[in-house]
């Protein structure tokens, strides 16, 4: 097979969703449907059935949500899936951001008893700006739901998004008995009984046809005949072109408890996602079928607990990788020799020999790549796929233990180089104990919880009273920093790359210190050559 026919074949995608609307059961699923596992776990009763694949940090298995996103990669009928967990919890992290960077597509999960919730709307507008193309799942049709036209009315009117049912729910809660496919004109029909940890036994049938009559009550098979017509005639068309620019969301009905309607989305999906596009460098896009070249959107470390590992994430954005391969590293202008790469499936790794666009790949132990840095075989490509995000939330770190100390520093250096929590440095000699700064304060726990159990090293977290940080223009005269004029609570610190950041403790010392400062840059975002970086806000 050729490189053209190989990259054709790729579809890489995220789900996302609010907290509890089923995105890690519905991730479960279609690996049992891929083949990728042959039992499919669940969220809901981790202590008597088989954990999640997906959420291989033992925080998330005691807590029961996805706290980091995790790469899965599978095979379904032809296709090389590279499928991206998110995490689903309500703090939301840079994580889940950077993972979007990534992806060709986001099947977002909604709960169809609850409608469009805070977190999905979040998620929807960082897709939206990026114009990824999303597909919707109504979720939990086994369930008392709204009604669906409500459903597809608050997609349009809360996302502004037009809302195309590729299938319609025969019923619902109790009642629920399948969907019908709006594609083929046929209903399929599941049986209840069956274990949702394989998969659901299937009925086609027509709508004429009595086994259809005989499922349903009167009244549901009324309402779907009508809600059907409505829909052939009112409702929004499929355009392939539409779905590939987000303007319009294919939606998809089912239940992936009881795996209803799950076969029908991951089909739907690969018959109307497209394959990896050109992304763009330096104000041109590149050729997915030309030379080698990708972008590292993640780092985590201690993915394998017996080994202190540090896995780089790359997606590849054109061409095929081989193992072994030299490659420029973009930032630096220095060759890299291209080994250690793996495939994933949560944090189980094998050895990848090749890999083309749109595969998600990772490099172990390459301690000189961060995120955002392009690995390419083509000198002069440079991809700013990595958004960057102001940070809302800050605490203390204290060592209780300084016997420990160089497990300690290890361990934080370690973790801040995942990116998802910044470490800032106060410039005030009283003040020397690091500042921790992150989008979301779960971060924290998280980042507490892994230094103690990774690391062997203890840590005390004490929340901060400061409410935002500003980035000071780098290009400024330093000289200013000895005669600034503080608002009382106000500090100078230091980020990793050493830019000078202020630290305020509300909207009122900011303004004290733009009226007392008032030659003095600040931006929201880190600067780049005196200019402020792309901003996406995780407000």
Same mark, same amino acid.
């Given at each position: ?34 083949? *990728? ?23 998330? $298995?005691?807590?029961? =949500? ?14 090389? =899936? ?52 999303i597909f919707t799942f109504m979720n939990k049709l086994d369930r008392p739901t709204k009604d669906p036209l409500e459903l597809l009315d608050e997609l349009e009117s809360v996302l502004k998004i037009e809302a195309c049912p590729m299938n319609w729910p025969l019923g619902n809660g109790f009642e629920f008995r399948g969907v019908f496919d709006r594609m083929t004109r046929q209903a399929h029909l599941f049986e209840y009984g069956s274990s949702g940890s394989y998969r659901a036994p299937v009925e086609i049938a027509s709508l004429a046809d009595p086994l259809v009559r005989e499922r349903l009550s ?18 929004? #068309? ?40 050109? $992304? ?25 607990? $017996? ?6 994430? %790359? ?38 020999? @090749? ?28 991809? $700013? /796929? ?10 203390? %770190? ?8 160089? #497990? ?7 973790? %801040? ?11 005030? *000699? ?6 921790? *700064? ?19 090293? /203890? ?21 200013? *920093? ?38 003095? %840059? ?9 200019? /402020?970086?792309? @901003?996406?806000?995780?407000?």
């Amino acid at each position: 097979m050729g490189i053209r026919e190989e990259i054709q074949r790729r579809r890489t995608f995220a789900i996302i969703s609010h907290p509890d609307a089923g995105k890690t059961t519905l991730t479960e699923k279609f690996l049992l449907y891929g083949h *990728a596992v042959q039992l499919a776990g669940s969220v809901t009763a981790r202590k008597n059935q088989r954990q999640s694949t997906s959420d291989w940090m033992e925080l998330e $298995r005691k807590r029961g =949500i996805s706290i980091s996103s995790t790469v899965l990669q599978f095979d379904y009928d032809g296709f090389r =899936i590279n499928l991206l967990d998110t995490p689903g919890h309500q703090d939301f992290s840079e994580d889940t951001y950077r993972v979007l960077t990534a992806v060709d597509a986001v099947v977002m999960v909604i709960d169809a008893a609850k409608g469009i919730e805070t977190q999905t709307r979040k998620l929807f507008e960082v897709c939206r700006r990026r114009h990824i193309p999303i597909f919707t799942f109504m979720n939990k049709l086994d369930r008392p739901t709204k009604d669906p036209l409500e459903l597809l009315d608050e997609l349009e009117s809360v996302l502004k998004i037009e809302a195309c049912p590729m299938n319609w729910p025969l019923g619902n809660g109790f009642e629920f008995r399948g969907v019908f496919d709006r594609m083929t004109r046929q209903a399929h029909l599941f049986e209840y009984g069956s274990s949702g940890s394989y998969r659901a036994p299937v009925e086609i049938a027509s709508l004429a046809d009595p086994l259809v009559r005989e499922r349903l009550s009167e009244g549901t098979h009324r309402r779907l005949l009508e809600e059907i017509e409505i829909l052939d005639h009112a409702g929004t #068309r499929f355009d392939p072109e539409g779905a590939a620019t987000g303007k319009i969301t294919p939606v998809f009905f089912g239940s992936a408890r009881n795996n209803f309607g799950v076969q029908l989305l991951l089909d739907g999906f690969l018959a109307h996602a497209e394959p990896p596009q050109p $992304r763009k460098s330096n104000g041109s896009f590149i050729p997915v079928e030309s030379g080698f070249s990708g972008f590292i959107f993640k780092i985590q470390a201690n993915m394998d607990p $017996r080994h202190r590992d540090r896995i780089a994430f %790359l997606r590849v954005c054109s061409g095929k990788f081989t193992r072994d391969m030299t490659a420029v590293h973009a930032q630096s202008g220095k060759e890299i020799r291209l080994s250690n790469a793996a495939k994933m499936f949560g944090r189980d790794r094998e050895t990848v020999d @090749e890999a083309y666009a749109g595969d998600i790949i990772g490099f172990v132990g390459q301690s000189s790549l961060s995120i955002g840095d392009t690995l390419t075989e083509t000198p002069g490509i440079m991809y $700013r /796929e990595i958004p960057r995000f102001p940070p809302e939330c800050f605490a203390l %770190l204290f060592n209780p233990n300084p016997s420990k100390f160089k #497990r300690f520093r290890e361990g934080v250096d370690q973790l %801040l180089q995942e990116g998802v929590v910044q470490g800032l440095q106060p410039r005030n *000699a009283s003040q020397q104990v690091p500042v921790l *700064a992150a989008v979301g304060p779960l971060q924290f726990e998280v980042f507490q919880y892994r230094l103690e159990n990774e690391y062997g090293a /203890e840590a005390r977290l004490e929340q901060a009273e400061w409410k935002f940080l500003r980035w000071v223009n780098p290009q400024a005269d330093r000289a200013w *920093a000895a005669s600034v004029v503080l608002p009382t609570g106000t500090i100078l610190a230091d980020d990793a790359r050493g830019q000078t950041v202020i630290l305020f403790p509300g909207d009122w010392a900011l303004s004290v210190f733009s009226e007392k400062n008032p030659s003095i %840059l600040l931006g929201d975002l880190p600067f780049e050559n005196g200019i /402020e970086s792309e @901003e996406v806000s995780a407000r």
